[in-house]
């Protein structure tokens, strides 16, 4: 899905896989877990429970209610490479990208594909694990990057990623909508979005 770029230069090349790479699509393969690879560390995470996979669906509805620019769709379970490293990806909760990534035979996505990056924090989650990924997609230059915590009932809005961080952050909570600006320019809605019981994510924090 790569996209041309100017003059006579043709597609942007796919990273090719490394030996962690190929650790972690072993391990997914036997254990049915999500694997990640973030700062050169393997990130294994458990399939999601009902709340947090409710949280994907509702958002990615709204996304899509939301009028999302021609030649865009949100995608759950799509990779995302980090250009120039051979092992490190991560898998966003929701990812917007080019509707041809559905005729892409790749597993994993160009990030300067993506327009968007949805996160939704797991009960499990630490804090330095939220930063980390924040970072990730910043060096990766995905332009917006929406973390969701139904442990708060908030979300935060990162964007103009530059030297490995975000610039900009929004702040909200559930019921506010979210407003995204270019590339994408809409507003996402969050008054329906469920939070944790408490007692579920304080004993894991």
């Given at each position: 899905?790569?996209?041309?770029?100017?003059?006579?230069?043709?597609?942007?090349?796919r990273?090719?896989g490394?030996?962690?790479?190929?650790?972690?699509?072993?391990?997914?393969?036997?254990?049915?877990?999500?694997?990640?690879?973030?700062?050169?560390?393997?990130?294994?995470s458990?399939?999601?429970?009902?709340?947090?996979?409710?949280?994907?669906?509702?958002?990615?509805?709204?996304?899509?209610?939301?009028?999302?620019?021609?030649?865009?769709?949100?995608?759950e379970?799509?990779?995302?490479?980090?250009?120039?490293?051979?092992?490190?990806?991560?898998?966003?909760?929701?990812?917007?990208?080019?509707?041809?990534?559905?005729?892409?035979?790749?597993?994993?996505?160009?990030?300067?594909?993506?327009?968007?990056?949805?996160?939704?924090?797991?009960?499990s989650?630490?804090?330095?694990?939220?930063?980390?990924?924040?970072?990730?997609?910043a060096?990766?230059?995905?332009?917006?990057?929406?973390?969701?915590?139904?442990?708060?009932g908030?979300?935060?809005?990162?964007?103009?990623?530059?030297?490995?961080?975000?610039?900009?952050?929004?702040?909200?909570?559930?019921?506010?909508?979210?407003?995204?600006?270019?590339?994408?320019?809409?507003?996402?809605?969050?008054?329906?979005?469920?939070?944790?019981?408490?007692?579920?994510?304080?004993?894991?924090?």
């Amino acid at each position: 899905m790569a996209k041309e770029s100017g003059g006579d230069a043709g597609p942007r090349a796919r990273p090719g896989g490394g030996k962690l790479r190929e650790f972690a699509e072993r391990v997914e393969e036997l254990t049915g877990l999500r694997a990640q690879i973030v700062g050169g560390k393997l990130v294994m995470s458990p399939t999601p429970r009902g709340k947090h996979a409710g949280v994907i669906r509702r958002l990615r509805r709204h996304l899509e209610a939301a009028g999302l620019p021609d030649g865009l769709d949100a995608y759950e379970v799509s990779s995302i490479a980090l250009p120039g490293d051979p092992d490190e990806y991560v898998t966003p909760d929701l990812v917007v990208l080019p509707t041809e990534w559905e005729e892409d035979d790749s597993w994993l996505a160009d990030p300067q594909d993506a327009a968007l990056a949805v996160e939704v924090i797991s009960a499990s989650e630490r804090a330095r694990e939220i930063r980390d990924k924040a970072d990730w997609y910043a060096v990766a230059l995905v332009p917006l990057l929406l973390v969701i915590d139904p442990r708060k009932g908030t979300w935060a809005l990162h964007s103009q990623p530059d030297n490995g961080a975000y610039q900009e952050m929004a702040l909200g909570k559930f019921g506010e909508a979210v407003r995204a600006p270019e590339p994408l320019d809409i507003e996402i809605a969050t008054g329906d979005l469920p939070m944790y019981g408490e007692g579920d994510w304080q004993r894991r924090a």
